[in-house]
């Protein structure tokens, strides 16, 4: 069985149990879903008051907007398991995956998926649509959308995963820190890394590279990557960004798995 056929199942199994109470599921998935759109409005009426944030409008801001919630919240909702890997360390679950002969990683990353999170993928996607049909987007554009989506859900999957790997050593002293660079990350990229000073704008793309996720590709959708003043490479270099992010963050989970003793010794 693959890794994908074994996640997809187990994926399905825990959405069939979250199912059992459907009212509960829409109730939820709605308030999500509201929540988000709440998040949302701040620039919506930003921009209706002064017109444009740096040169960006409001279907560019929308776009921006859009791409980093939609891998943001699917890897929040798919990858739950990581997100509570030190409860599950502490209380011996890991013992029991490791006895199964199946991908432990896989085991961890479907062990509960949000369902909820569907609410806040449908919002993500729906501005996301929205802005690209105002923007009148081509072909090309699409791309680079598709590869900041598709680039943001590793850069977001490696994030949690490394959060979890630090939970071998830490045992959940760093979930603070892994919160800032997922929901406040998510937060700081539905806004162009342009508005932020110097010293900000550096970090995001130097020292965590959060602006690979959305802000490059989208310059390169919309055309205006030099406008902003940026190497016209930069777009290219997300993919492999952002894959470098999920394989070191594998390498770092693996020798944590390696180093550790079970909870009975």
């Known amino acids: ?11 399905g199994a825990s959405v069939r149990a979250q199912m059992q109470y459907r009212a509960s599921f829409f109730i939820r998935s709605s308030v999500d879903f509201l929540v988000v759109v709440a998040d949302f409005l701040p620039i919506y009426f930003l921009v209706r008051k002064f017109g444009a944030l740096e040169g960006w409008s409001l279907a560019e801001l929308a776009l921006l907007y859009g791409m980093v919630e939609v891998s943001w919240a699917t890897i929040e909702g798919g990858l739950r398991g990581f997100e509570h890997f030190g409860t599950y360390l502490i ?3 890991l013992d029991r995956w ?14 509960w998926f949000e369902i909820r999170k569907l609410g806040r993928i449908a919002q993500g996607a729906l501005v ?9 987007l081509d072909a090309r554009s699409w791309a680079w959308v598709l590869t900041g989506v598709c680039g943001g859900m590793l850069f977001f999957a ?13 045992l959940g002293e760093t979930s603070e820190l892994q919160n800032m660079l997922t929901y406040g990350g998510s937060a700081a990229l539905s806004y162009p890394v342009s508005i932020y000073a110097q010293w900000f704008r550096r970090v995001l793309t130097y020292g ?30 997300s993919p492999p960004v ?13 020798r944590g798995l390696r180093r550790y003793e079970s909870t009975g010794n």
């Open 242 to 254: 952002c894959a470098a992010v999920v394989l070191i963050a594998h390498a770092a989970f693996m």
């Open 128 to 136: 996301l649509t929205i802005a690209a049909i105002t923007l009148h």
């Open 1 to 11: 069985m693959s890794a994908l056929h074994l996640y997809l199942r187990l994926i």
């Open 91 to 93: 209380q011996g679950e």
């Open 158 to 170: 490696g994030v949690v995963m490394l959060g979890a790997a630090a939970q071998f050593w830490t």
């Open 208 to 237: 965590i590279p959060l602006a690979f996720v959305n802000y490059f590709p989208a310059l390169a959708a919309l055309h205006r990557t030099e406008v902003e003043g940026w190497p016209a490479i930069m777009p290219w270099l």
């Open 98 to 111: 490791l006895l199964r002969p199946r991908s432990v990683i896989v085991q961890i990353a479907a062990h």
